[in-house]
């Protein structure tokens, strides 16, 4: 089955420094990916998706993240963290087959002042 | 922009009792999703359903829970007899085709006492 990691639960970083958020796939075959954003008692937002076409995505609010299949990654980043990007941050997999979204445990961004 | 619309947004029960979780897809959606996320924890499939019939559940969907969609519009989930542990936020998510974005409703916070 479909597994997605998430390395590191809680990230820190201070206003306007790099944000990386890392996530890992398992399979044999890249499925699809997505990185969703959920605000504070709000549901998930699609920040951006991976569907096989460029392996450098780019996504809303200033956010990337590239395809590396050779790393099985699929890493988020943005250059200049800001105070809004303060969320729960969700790295998910959609097998080439099947229907079911995997998601993984989620990372919470912290923007330090 | 489309939007798929849960109601209610919250929703208290007493242990034991019936809850019926309503979800409005976006009108040319045809896969239907339900997930939930206890607190502070990751988001977990419960089911998925395409052409009037579950496609795929998890262990956590069992008899408990039912999905259906019995007037061509809601997707609704119910679940018989709730128990504590029940408590949660519970996502409807919908797609146009596999392999391609989900949109996720706000959710509904279910609390169980």
């Known amino acids: 089955a479909q597994s997605v990691t998430q390395l590191g639960s809680h990230v820190s970083v201070s206003e306007g420094a790099l944000v990386l958020l890392r996530c890992n796939y398992s399979?044999?075959?890249?499925?699809?990916l997505f990185w969703y954003v959920q605000y504070p008692n709000q549901g998930l937002q699609l920040l951006l998706k991976?569907?096989?076409?460029?392996?450098l995505v780019k996504g809303i609010n200033g956010f990337e993240a590239e395809f590396k299949k050779s790393e099985t990654s699929f890493h988020l980043t943005k250059p200049s963290a800001h105070m809004s990007d303060a969320a729960e941050y969700f790295c998910?997999?959609?097998?080439?087959?099947?229907?079911?979204?995997?998601f993984g445990t989620g990372t919470s961004l912290t923007v330090i002042p | 922009e489309p939007e798929v619309t849960q109601t209610p947004s919250h929703q208290v029960t007493q242990m034991g009792q019936e809850v019926i979780l309503r979800c409005v897809p976006i009108?040319?959606?045809?896969?239907f999703y339900w997930y939930r996320q206890i607190l502070g924890q990751k988001v977990e499939f419960l089911v998925s359903?395409?052409?009037?019939?579950?496609?795929?559940k998890s262990e956590i969907f069992d008899d408990q829970f039912s999905v259906e969609r019995p007037d061509g519009s809601n997707f609704t989930l119910k679940i018989r007899s709730t128990k504590l542990e029940d408590s949660a936020m519970y996502f409807c998510?919908?797609?146009?085709?596999?392999?391609?974005?989900?949109?996720f409703g706000q959710g509904t916070r279910l609390t169980v006492v």
């Open positions: 998910a997999a959609a097998p080439n087959t099947g229907n079911q979204f995997y």
């Open positions: 399979s044999s075959v890249p499925p699809y």
């Open positions: 991976y569907t096989s076409a460029a392996t």
């Open positions: 009108s040319n959606h045809l896969y």
């Open positions: 359903f395409y052409n009037n019939e579950i496609s795929e």
């Open positions: 998510a919908t797609l146009r085709k596999v392999n391609t974005e989900a949109f």
